[in-house]
């Protein structure tokens, strides 16, 4: 039967509730359970208990009925299978796969090892796309055809949102870790542990009309501090407060632009004490002042993780702030640490227990926050348990298997007090993981401890791409990959590290971080320098050029940045954002557009300097030759080590900004 309460449609039929209704404008909210009631509690991840009111109808259809929104329009039949529909155009979208004869229905569920797992699937549409679905590192921008693990993992980020060049965009609310199958027969999303559908699907015109909305529902980024539109420099770890200051005084001593210095991991006597050993970092307030006189902001890296050594562990255990297994014992990895010898016992804290989110910052405010530092890095908060296996693990917002995939956004709310739209804090946290809605705690993601090899370079092209379609307006990569084999006189190394600086010079945020190898003797994981200048001169001469070519772009990165924040445009940009009408912009993975006005085509092969580009609508200027293209078109294009693989829309605003950039066309340099 089906009941009518305004402009929603609730269905009961063989133990199934059913309930439909509009999320905003041009969105429709599906949730389904079996256990009779919906939970209208539940957030997963969406910024708002109750959507903006939309003039929505509800009427009948035959033996069905039909809830009509703005551009979108849903019908579920007699048997309860949904049909979604343009309302323009009456053009199918997106269809639920119809249950026939006794096939399995397309919403079901079953019982395994004392948890409800829930699969939904759709018809498959010829020629379909689908974008977004967090960062991955597949090498793919449209996914048609992946399988993707719905969990969190270092360098793989779940965000369950995608964009599809039908016109629509899809949110699995579901923080439950499990699967997605873009299939050529059907699309299947699967949840380990679930005993409530919940999905939104959303219309609009343009793909941007689509983030827009999307952004409404799940929140933006704050504003962007004017600071971090620079140049970061970090490295695997800085042993010492002199080391750290060092490292500034000769970046400014040699004239180099710098915004900011990251100050990772072993800073501390344990993990989980969130604050500096006193041996190594005598006068933290001290340090953070001399930076700042500088003109430089200093963040710093806060893992999730307890030693069982730290001086917080007692209180935490006792207090129940910290994730507990299902036989009752906590530790989630062995890992070195700084005060002691041999493997430490770490436990991970539980941040969907809003008091252990305020135990932390508590702590985090003594331990940083009284010294100045506004920042933090937030490290291995997927979290990095090892082994892996969400069904293990109890929070106290249920198991793991449940509401795994919301570690990484709970924590990062912990960090996030103060960074409301205006960010009264200046501050912005790097994070290793997220989901839907965690870029409003101002957080950037990075890419994780990718590679240091040119494979690596090019899949962050597509990697930061589909986070940007996520939803993630601060983005980043470690500029010549985070681990490998290779020493900082390799040349493999220096060809990847300058290509890398191209290519960072372009994303949304410029950091330099790594492992290099080889580790200092007797140092715990010290790592090799991996400053601009411990590659060589060339690469110097490089990163020298890059670095200020940086300065000239951060004013157009401000004013993308402001977009973020006003409509939920990302920084780092497909090309069918603004060219949606151009088959060619669907379909080029390895570009993409800075804001609407930069076309970066960064080189991600050993030995190779040049590359085809295509360039959409419109007149470009090449950064590189000064030669003016005319698009659509693709032109081929020779960048040398310390060149500049990019082009700016003529005429646009950033063009007069980087006019000393642009070279008279036909001159040698």
Not at 198 to 211: E, F, N, Q
Not at 316 to 341: C, H, N, P, W
């Amino acid at each position: 039967m089906y009941e009518e309460d305004r402009n929603v449609i609730q269905r009961r039929l063989r133990g199934e509730t059913l309930r439909i209704e509009p999320w905003g404008p041009d969105a429709i909210r599906v949730r389904s359970t079996r256990r009779g009631t919906i939970d209208q509690t539940r957030l997963g991840g969406l910024e708002h208990q109750q959507p903006p009111r939309t003039e929505a109808v509800v009427r009948a259809d035959g033996n069905g009925m039909v809830l009509e929104n703005g551009q979108l329009r849903v019908r579920v039949d007699a048997r309860g299978d949904l049909t979604f529909t343009s309302a323009i155009g009456d053009r199918i979208l997106l269809a639920e796969d119809p249950r026939t004869l006794a096939s399995t229905p397309p919403r079901y569920r079953r019982r395994e090892g004392g948890a409800t797992r829930l699969d939904v699937r759709f018809a498959a549409s010829e020629g379909e796309r689908f974008f977004g679905l967090g960062q991955q590192q597949h090498g793919l921008l449209d996914q048609k055809g992946a399988v993707i693990d719905l969990i969190q993992h270092n360098s793989n980020v779940t965000i369950p949102f995608l964009l599809s060049n039908r016109g629509y965009g899809f949110l699995w609310n579901d923080p439950s870790p499990g699967r997605v199958e873009l299939g050529r027969n059907r699309t299947q999303w699967s949840a380990q542990n679930s005993d409530q559908l919940d999905y939104i699907v959303i219309a609009g015109a343009t793909p941007t009309d689509i983030l827009e909305r999307y952004t409404d529902l799940v929140g933006r980024a704050p504003r962007f501090p004017d600071w971090a539109s620079g140049f970061f420099q970090s490295r695997l770890r800085y042993a010492s407060q002199e080391e750290v200051l060092a490292v500034a005084r000769e970046h400014i001593g040699r004239g180099l632009p710098l915004a900011s210095i990251v100050i990772d991991y072993f800073h501390w006597n344990f993990f989980g004490d969130w604050s500096f050993d006193r041996a190594l970092w005598p006068d933290p307030a001290a340090m953070v002042a001399e930076l700042r006189d500088l003109g430089v902001q200093p963040i710093v890296s806060v893992w999730p993780a307890v030693n069982e050594n730290s001086a917080n562990f007692r209180t935490m255990d006792r207090s129940g702030f910290l994730m507990t297994r299902s036989e009752g014992l906590g530790v989630a990895a062995r890992f070195l640490d700084t005060g002691q010898d041999g493997p430490a016992f770490l436990h991970f804290y539980d941040p969907s227990n809003p008091e252990a989110r305020a135990f932390v910052w508590d702590a985090v405010t003594r331990g940083y926050r009284e010294h100045g530092i506004e920042s933090f890095w937030l490290d291995a908060c997927e979290p990095e348990i090892v082994p892996q296996e969400p069904s293990q693990w109890e929070y106290a917002a249920g198991r793991a298997d449940a509401v795994g995939n919301l570690y990484p956004h709970w924590n990062a709310l912990t960090f996030s007090d103060g960074m409301t739209g205006d960010n009264p804090r200046d501050a912005l946290n790097l994070t290793r993981s997220a989901w839907h809605g965690t870029q409003r705690y101002g957080v950037a993601l990075w890419s994780g401890d990718v590679p240091s090899t040119f494979a690596a370079l090019r899949a962050q092209i597509p990697a930061g791409i589909n986070a940007g379609l996520s939803g993630i307006a601060w983005w980043c990569s470690d500029i010549g990959g985070f681990h490998g084999d290779e020493s900082n006189d390799s040349d493999y190394l220096r060809e990847l590290v300058a290509r890398w600086l191209q290519f960072g010079v372009f994303s949304p945020i410029m950091r330099l971080h790594g492992h290099r190898v080889p580790d200092v003797p007797g140092e715990l994981k010290h790592g090799a320098p991996n400053e601009v200048w411990s590659f060589g001169d060339e690469v110097l001469a490089v990163a020298t050029r890059l670095l200020n070519l940086r300065e000239a772009l951060r004013p157009y990165l401000h004013r993308v940045m402001a977009e973020a924040t006003a409509v939920g445009l990302p920084a780092m940009r497909a090309l069918f954002l603004h060219h949606p009408d151009e088959p060619r912009a669907w379909e080029v993975d390895d570009q993409y557009l800075l804001g609407a006005d930069l076309l970066v085509a960064p080189l991600t092969e050993p030995g190779v300097e040049t590359r085809d580009v295509f360039v959409p609508e419109g007149e470009w200027t090449s950064l590189q030759t000064g030669e003016s293209v005319h698009g659509p078109t693709t032109t081929r294009i020779r960048v040398p080590l310390d060149g500049t693989p990019a082009f700016v829309r003529a005429d646009s605003t950033v063009a007069t900004e980087l006019a000393d950039w642009i070279p008279e066309v036909g001159d040698p340099t």
